[in-house]
C-alpha cells in the first residue's frame, strides 16, 4: 500500500522526535575525539567514509599531529600516509592543510567558534560547522544535516526538500530547539536499527505518526 506523501504540521512533527528522543536515549555524536582541531579533522575525513574507518585511523593520526601547525605544516603525502583508507583521500587531506594554515595564520591554532568563519575553511560546509559547534563548543547555532537526515526527512515528512540547507531551515522551523544538538544523531540510530532502505515500519515507536508507515520499499 501507497503511504501518502505529506509534511507533518510543527504539533505532529514535535509528538515525533519527542518520542524518537525518547526511544533512542542517550545518543552521542560518533565521531571520536578530544579538541575542536581533532574534530573538524574527523569531521572531514567522514564525508562519504564510515564512521568506524575514521574512528580506527584517527588515533594514529591525532597522535601524530596535535596543533593547527602540525597540520599546516605537514606535506599531502605524510599526512596520506595515514588517511589512505578514507574516500576522497587527496581532496581531503588538501583541505585538512588549508584549513589548517589558515587556523593556524588567521586564528591563532583555535578553530573559530562561529558559522561564519566555519564555513570560511576549505571542506567545511554547514553540516560540518554545525557538528564542530554543537559538539567541540556546545554551541547550538543549526542542525547538522548529513546523509541520514537527508534520507528520511521526506519519509518522516519533516522535510520534502532535496537541498540540505533547505532541509535544515525546515526542520529548524518543526522541531524544538532543545532537540537540534543529537536529532541528527537520533536520525541516524533509527536509520540504522528500524528506518532502513525496506523500513521495519511494525517495530517502529512512531509508526502511529508517520505518513510512510506500510510502504515497503525504499523510496
Ligand atoms: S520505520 Fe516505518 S513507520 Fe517508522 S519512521 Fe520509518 S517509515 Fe515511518
Redo the contacts with the bound molecule.
Sequence with gaps: ME?KMRLLTKEEAGA?VKKLEESYPNTKYYLDFKTPLDLLVAAILSAQTHDELVNKITPGLFGKFKSAKDYASASEAELLKYIKPVSFAGNKAKNIINAAKTIDGKYGGKVPRTMDELISLPGIGRKTANTILINAYGIVEGIPVDTWVIK?SP??GLSMEKNPDKIEKDLMEKIDRKYWHDIAYVLKR?GKA???AI???S?????D???????KKAI
Design positions: 503511504g515525533m528520511l519519509r518522516l533509527h528500524l528506518c532502513k523500513p521495519e515500519c517495530k517502529c515507536p512512531v509508526k505518526m508517520c505518513p510512510k508507515n506500510g510502504v
